[in-house]
């Protein structure tokens, strides 16, 4: 279910995701069950989630990223350093608004 963004609505959330701190993390198990459950929960509350990636893990992050994106069902906005951000619209209320 993950939307395609263009440019200018990623740099929009890629703003926003700035001002808040990483809500979960992913250690050398990698991406557990547990971690795939506990960011899905998250994103009944908001519609960023931004997760920060220990240096243990060995695994490239982008990949990481897609696949917590995959497995929740939100979209990969960005990988900075070891910080990865995904995006998943209210479908009932969105409080985020994307630029056109």
């Known amino acids: 279910m993950a939307i ?4 200018k ?12 701190k ?3 993390q992913i ?5 557990t069950p547990e971690v795939v459950a506990s960011v899905d929960e998250a994103f009944n509350t908001r519609e960023i989630v931004k997760l ?9 992050l982008r990949s990481v990223g897609e696949t ?9 906005v960005e990988v ?4 990865i951000v995904l995006y ?7 409080k985020i608004v994307l630029p056109r």
């Not at 917590?68 to 990969?76: E, I, K, P, Q, Y």
């Open 68 to 76: 917590v994106a995959g497995r929740t069902r939100s979209t990969l």
């Open 52 to 60: 920060s990636v220990l240096k243990t893990v060995d695994e490239d």
């Open 9 to 20: 609505q990623r740099a929009h959330l890629r703003s926003l995701a700035q001002t808040i």
């Open 27 to 31: 250690g050398k198990d990698g991406v």
């Open 22 to 24: 990483a809500t979960h």
């Open 80 to 83: 900075i350093g070891r910080k």
């Open 88 to 94: 998943r619209p209210d479908p009932d209320d969105p």
């Open 4 to 7: 395609s963004l263009t440019s």
